[in-house]
Structures are given as C-alpha cells and as structure tokens.
C-alpha cells in the first residue's frame, strides 16, 4: 500500500479532532481536500477509517488499528530525525511545544528568551490548545511536548511533574454568592447553584472537572458563555456579574488589582481540588538535549517566581 507521511498526520488530525472541518481548519487545507485524502487511504485500505454516522467521527475496528499504526510510525519519524540531529552535532531543529493560552502568558516570556539565547537555530513551534487537546496531539505525534494540568492515565505518555495548583471558584463581588459568603471561606460548588457561570470550553481540563462536579453535586446552573481563552473568561465573569472555576495561579501569578479587587475567590470542598501540572511526552520519544534543556529552563523560572 503506498504510504505518505503527510497522509498519516491528516488522519490524526481528523481522529484528534472528531471533524473533517475542524481538522481541515487546523492543517490549513480545504474540507474537500481533506475528505479525498480520507478517502483514498480508505480505498488503499480497503475498509473505512471513520464511522461517518456519528458526531463527532467515530474511529471504526479497522480505524483504531491504522491509529495506533500511525502514531508509531510518526514516532519512529520524530526519533530518527531527533537522533540523526544530534549525531551530527547540531544543535537545529524544532521545538513543537503545547501549552494554553493563559499559561504561555504566563510562563513563555520568561522561559523563551533564555531558550533562545542559548539555540539560537532551534525553531519553536507554539500548539495552543486546552489540556485534553494537547494530550491527545502529543499521542499522536503532532506535538513534541505539552505542558498540561492533567491526571495521568496514559500508560504510552512520561508525565513529569512541574507543580501542584488548587482550583478555586472566583465570583464578581456584585453575585449573591460574594455578598453572602467573605472571600476566602472554603464552600461547596451546590453553594453556587443560583450564579450564572462562566465556562472555558471542552477540551480544557478546568472544563473536566467542572462538569464532573455539576454532575457529582446533582446541580445544572446556568453557562451563560463558554470561550477557549481563559483571560476572557476572568474578565467577562466581573463584567457579566458571574462565577467560574479558576486555578490559583492565574490569581497569584498574573497581577492585576483591578480584577482581583473585584473579585472573590473560595476554596473548593468537594473532594480533592488540587491539579498537577506536568511537562507531557511520548514515553518512546527520544528527547534532544534542547529539549532536556528546556524542561530545566522550565523549572529554573518557576522556581524563582
């Protein structure tokens, strides 16, 4: 069967995101486009890919085979051209690193600069997507390392820890919520039951636990929006009059007295309410010294703030 590399990530992107539109978006390529690659591998194949039937896209028997296949192939891609790199000395290459949005505000300006300094001819390459998203895209192979707040569950993933987080519930000072309980008092996530909130997209961890909260507490308060951005979050929950759930480093780590003036943040009660955060790759991934050197970076900048 002829085999294209190029195909390969195609299908993953397709399987990642459960949609030939959303993959399309994310490959820039068009939807036709995409859906004849689709349909070629699966006549090479002989057998379909993809359920069509459902939403999102199903894998089928056959399907889940040709992932799992073409998640080594593009690992043994990754490796061979890592190792090669690196027998010749040279310190080229790519660094496709993913991280959210708001951590990368927070993290990267002071990671990148020291990073660069010392490869100046290593390219990085930003994947900026939710926890979930990124655990699956360094599965996949489309993301050399992730930094990601999760629970490790992956046997094929290294997880290595970074730091420990506490998820809080922050409030406008104008809900009913703030005016009838001091901030700073610990409460259940029932507590909030009336309050509008404000809710970051599938796809982020913070966005897992929410749920699993409403439905653990018996609960369904009202989404007034959802986004992926989670600065737009936090804001638009002063400005809205709202609630959302809220990691504690996004308060500590990002000074902004306008808003945290404005807003009350409580302890959560409702079971373990700490997250991990951890540095995400493939356990048969052979990691470059630029990529050793920039988990070192990494935790050198954390330290010191």
Known sequence: MPFSLKHVNYILAV?????????????????????????????????????????????????????????????????LTNRISEIKGEAHGTLRLGISVQRGMQILPRVLPEFMGRYPHVRVELEEFGSNTLEKMVLDGSCDLALITTTPSNSRLRYQLIENEEILLIAARNTQLARSIPNGTPLHIAQAKEERFISLAVGHSIRTVQDRLFLLSGIQPEILLESHNFEACRRLTLALGAVMLCPDAYISRVPDLDLSEKL???????????????LCCRRDMHLTRYMEDFLTILRQCLAQS
């Open 15 to 79: 399987e990642r995101t459960g949609s030939v539109t959303a993959a399309a978006n994310q490959l820039f390529i068009s939807q036709p486009a995409l859906s004849q690659v689709i349909r070629q591998v699966e006549r090479e194949l002989g057998v379909p890919i993809f359920d069509r039937s459902s939403s999102p896209m199903r894998l089928t028997a056959a399907g889940q085979e040709y992932i799992h296949a073409a998640q080594q192939v593009v690992a043994i891609h990754t490796n």
């Open 264 to 278: 009350n943040a409580y302890p959560l009660l409702d079971g373990d309410m700490m997250r991990h955060f951890y």
